[in-house]
T-cell receptor, first 112, second 114 residues
């Protein structure tokens, strides 16, 4: 089955700097890759997703890139703000799978 | 619009007691439904998923079970809780007509087994 690895597990950046979180997946058939943000004690919220027919997607300060050949995808947050501090999860799903498999999460701390 | 309801928000139970967590979805038909568990400071572990009434797929062998008695209702149960069952339980749903659509989570249940 699908396995998703995520790193780093923790990331601390200065406000205004960029943050990058990387994930790799094992199943080459996977074609849907969402990213979730979870604040303390809250539910994970979808912030951006990408499908395998595109290599990059942007939404304001957030972007995701996908390298199908290498089977990895990354979340990029530019001009980080303290409210970006949270745990971020990547996930992957295949075309014939009902399951969304998550990475282990990255705790991002943005220092004011 | 679609909404997902999950209750209770918090629960403290003694070891060996039963468990029942309920989740309902509104505004959609035949959704795919999921139960995830998150241990403290850890990732999201898929426990069960269901693609239709009475259809349950189990991902992790354990003393938990799930049922789907109605199209938009998903229940997580246990006959006897263990200390290791403590965690944050999240119900989630996806559109049932396609497997690659967005997954939406309920607000979660923080379960403490003492």
């Amino acid at each position: 089955g699908e396995n998703v690895e995520q790193h780093p597990s923790t990331l601390s950046v200065q406000e205004g700097d960029s943050a990058v979180i990387k994930c790799t997946y094992s199943d080459s058939a996977s074609n849907y890759f969402p990213w979730y943000k979870q604040e303390l004690g809250k539910r994970p919220q979808l912030i951006i997703d990408i499908r395998s027919n595109v290599g990059e997607k942007k939404d304001q300060r957030i972007a995701v890139t996908l390298n199908k050949t290498a089977k990895h995808f990354s979340l990029h947050i530019t001009e980080t703000q303290p409210e970006d501090s949270a745990v971020y999860f990547c996930a992957a799903s295949g075309p014939s799978s009902y399951k969304l498999i998550f990475g282990s999460g990255t705790r991002l701390l943005v220092r004011p | 619009s679609q909404t997902i309801h999950q209750w209770p928000a918090t629960l403290v139970q003694p070891v060996g007691s039963p468990l029942s967590l309920e989740c309902t979805v509104e505004g959609t038909s035949n959704p795919n439904l999921y139960w995830y568990r998150q241990a403290a400071g850890r990732g999201l572990q898929l426990l069960f998923y269901s693609v239709g009434i009475g259809q349950i797929s189990s991902e992790v062998p354990q003393n938990l079970s799930a049922s789907r008695p109605q199209d938009r209702q998903f229940i997580l149960s246990s006959k006897k809780l263990l200390l290791s069952d403590s965690g944050f339980y999240l119900c989630a749903w996806r559109e049932g007509i396609a497997t690659n659509e967005k997954l939406f989570f309920g607000s979660g249940t923080q379960l403490s087994v003492l």
